[in-house]
Structure formats: structure tokens, C-alpha cells
């Protein structure tokens, strides 16, 4: 019984090692495009086209921000696209893994020092 529950627990420390190392890698964001301003009421935009996209998030940062952000993709001659409101933090955009490219279009406004950021998967 305890050579089995040993077994059991190495098995469950083993999967846990392997979720925790494929999340950490999943998660492996990289900074496409980055813009910043100040001001009481502050607003700005940036927009990037991501080739053969894995993954693609908008990140706001400041006080008070909300923010939008708007994408089309293709996939070969087939086009969509969509777009969302975000509060601050890091926002993963669907509907875009697997697709030829993107254009992504991400606004900010808010208050004091603002940051509005577009970032893919590596």
C-alpha cells in the first residue's frame, strides 16, 4: 500500500512539473508595440500586424484606463474581425491562433502616466 502511494505521489509531483513548465511557456509574452503618455486626461493608440500569430494580448496600464482594442485576421481569402473593451491588466485577444495574420488596433485613456501595449505569443 505504501509503495503505491508513493507511486501515486511521485506520479502527481511529475505531472505537476510538467503543467507548471508548459503554462510558463505558454505564457511567454514578447512586446510588439508599446506607447505611453501622461496627462489628466490622457488617450492614445498603437496598432501592429502580426504574421502567423500563436497568440496575441493588449496590455493597459494607469489609473482610471479603459481601453479597446479592435483586430482583423485572415486566413487565406477568408477575413474576420472583432474587437473588445478592456479594464486595466492583460487581456489575451481570441479567435486568432492559426490565422495567416492580424492586424491588431488597441486605444487607452485615462488619467496621469497611461501605457497601451500589443504583445504575441512566442
Known sequence: ???ALAALAAGL???L???SSVSGFAL???VVKSKSVSGQFAA???SATIKHPRGIAVRFRGSGVHGMAAWGCNKGISVASWSRQYGRGLHALPHVRGKDSCDVVA???GQGRITVQILKLR
Do not use: Q
Request: hydrophobic residues 60%; without cysteine.
Open 1 to 3: 500500500m505504501r509503495k
Open 13 to 15: 509531483l511529475l505531472a
Open 17 to 19: 512539473a510538467a503543467a
Open 28 to 30: 511567454s509574452w514578447r
Open 44 to 46: 492614445t493608440a498603437v
Open 107 to 109: 486605444s487607452i485613456s
